[in-house]
């Protein structure tokens, strides 16, 4: 059956594959992003910027007329604007916490009372290791992305009975656009990987895909690290 899936951040990068592994299942990808780019495969793309309710919530109605019920939404749209604690601006704080924590809210609470009206659905969460494994330089994103465990803990009970689960992909470190200009820093890290070397956007997309399956059915709140290692023992 092709399923109606509703992915952020599909511009590029882990987005990009996630939409593009749920297309060659042949579901129905609805991409969202700020520049409303998306990989050729996706049936629909919205542009839409996370962080305003509104926006999200006129393209989740749209889908839904366009394609019904959603049964994947991979809420994976985020941003980083790193610097020292001591020194970040209101400014890096906010944009990080309103992207990638409020932006995340929104698309789930969007795309939640489908689900639940249709009795199953699957919402995933592109977490990341950094707030288990405290990453210097990141306090905003690692506060947004250890926000986000609490949120998909409580909206998992909130939504058992009915057949929706929720659950977290955190991604060590992936080779995209983000990560690409961390400079000497993205070495050190590198070299502290277990398995001794940097993740590929299809290997998150992968896990998604399966989170997102039957076979993950009775899988719900639960926090899977996809980081070759990096945080193993935290
Ligand atoms: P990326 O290559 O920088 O792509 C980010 C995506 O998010 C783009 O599609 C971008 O859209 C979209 N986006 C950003 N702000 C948005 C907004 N306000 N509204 C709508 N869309 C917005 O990043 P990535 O590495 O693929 O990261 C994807 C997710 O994985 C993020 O949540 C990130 O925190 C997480 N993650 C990544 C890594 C890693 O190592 N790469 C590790 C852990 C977690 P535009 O193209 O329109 O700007």
């Not at 394609?67 to 939404?73: A, I, Q």
């Not at 977490?127 to 506060?143: E, L, R």
């Not at 947004?144 to 009975?161: H, S």
């Amino acid at each position: 059956m092709s399923r109606h899936v509703i992915v952020t951040g599909a511009s590029r990068g882990i987005g990009a594959a996630i939409a593009d592994h749920f297309a060659s299942l042949g579901d129905r990808v609805v991409a969202l992003s700020r520049s409303g780019s998306a990989p050729s495969t996706c049936a629909k793309s919205f542009t839409v910027d996370v962080s305003d309710s509104e926006q999200v919530n006129a393209a989740v109605k749209a889908a839904i007329g366009e394609f019904g019920p959603v049964d994947v939404c991979v809420v994976n749209a985020g941003i980083t604007r790193d610097g020292l604690a001591m020194r970040m601006s209101d400014e890096q704080w906010r944009e990080v916490i309103a992207t990638d924590l409020d932006g995340a809210f929104y698309t789930a609470r969007a795309t939640m009372a489908s689900m639940v009206r249709a009795r199953q659905g699957s919402i995933i969460f592109i977490g990341s290791i950094s707030p288990f494994v405290g990453v210097p330089g990141q306090a905003n994103y690692a506060a947004a992305k250890a926000g986000l465990v609490g949120l998909a803990r409580a909206l998992a009970k909130e939504v058992a009975t009915r057949g929706v689960t929720v659950n977290v992909v955190a991604p060590g470190l992936i080779e995209t656009d983000m990560t690409s200009d961390l400079g000497s820093s993205k070495d050190q890290m590198a070299a502290m990987i277990p398995m001794g070397h940097t993740g590929q956007p299809s290997d998150i997309a992968g896990v998604v895909g399966f989170l997102a399956s039957s076979q993950a059915r009775y899988i719900t709140g639960a926090v899977l690290a996809v980081d070759g290692g990096l945080a193993l023992g935290y």
